[in-house]
């Protein structure tokens, strides 16, 4: 397969950060920077990639604590999905509980479901998936076959829901009607913790 996808653990909840890219091309997409980017930086040079864009899944301070300072560095956007500016730019991203002050992101472009974004090469469909925020998304290389679902879907579990603007019905209903009729091969890369694919997660995980 012709995708890279680095997998980068940062900042004090052990967010996964990723870094993707086509081999033969090293054009970068940097997802759900959640901290450290001096290390995230780091890690672009040693792979040799130029990055194109930021995309996040959701708004937390986890997903998103490095995403200006990258966004400088490279002077590259950030995209993140419609409803999630509320949180992006609030205190709803948690930042003050953790007692992060002043965290507060807006992003370049506001994203619409099943909108298509090409970036360095690749394809990423834009899958909103309400429930761990009103504004998480997923984004999914359909023909690689590689999702990243963010805090939406985990390895036999999903985000939590008590956060504001979450709700554990609305994550059902987004995991059981819009991953969950993904194909069986499709590789989950979430936000925390290991990989999945939907079929493992069809089989060993009650959506219900």
């Given at each position: 397969?012709?995708?890279?996808v680095k997998?980068?653990?940062v900042g004090p909840v052990?967010?996964?950060?990723?870094?993707?890219?086509?081999?033969?091309?090293?054009?970068?997409?940097?997802i759900d920077p959640g901290d450290e980017p001096e290390e995230i930086g780091r890690k672009i040079t040693e792979y040799g990639v130029v990055?194109?864009?930021i995309l996040l899944t959701h708004g937390h301070f986890d997903?998103?604590?490095?995403?200006?300072?990258?966004?400088?560095k490279y002077d590259i956007p950030v995209y993140a999905y419609e409803a999630e500016r509320e949180i992006l730019t609030t205190e709803k991203n948690l930042g003050n509980m953790v007692g992060?002050?002043?965290l507060y992101l807006e992003a370049d472009t506001y994203l619409t479901d099943q909108q298509l974004i090409s970036l360095g090469g690749m394809e990423f469909k834009v899958i909103s998936t309400p429930g761990h925020t009103?504004?998480?998304c997923c984004y999914l290389l359909e023909t690689e076959e590689i999702l990243f679902s963010g805090d939406t879907l985990f390895h036999y579990s999903h985000g939590r829901t008590d956060f504001p603007t979450g709700s554990q019905s609305a994550i059902i209903r987004s995991i059981r009607e819009r991953?969950?009729?993904?194909?069986?091969d499709i590789f989950v890369y979430p936000g925390h913790e290991g990989e999945t694919t939907i079929g493992n997660e069809r089989q060993l995980y009650d959506y219900n």
């Open positions: 397969m012709n995708i890279r997998k980068l653990t052990r967010t996964n950060c990723y870094i993707v890219y086509k081999k033969d091309r090293k054009e970068a997409v940097i990055p194109q864009a997903h998103i604590g490095a995403a200006e300072p990258l966004k400088r992060i002050r002043g009103v504004g998480s991953l969950m009729i993904l194909k069986d």
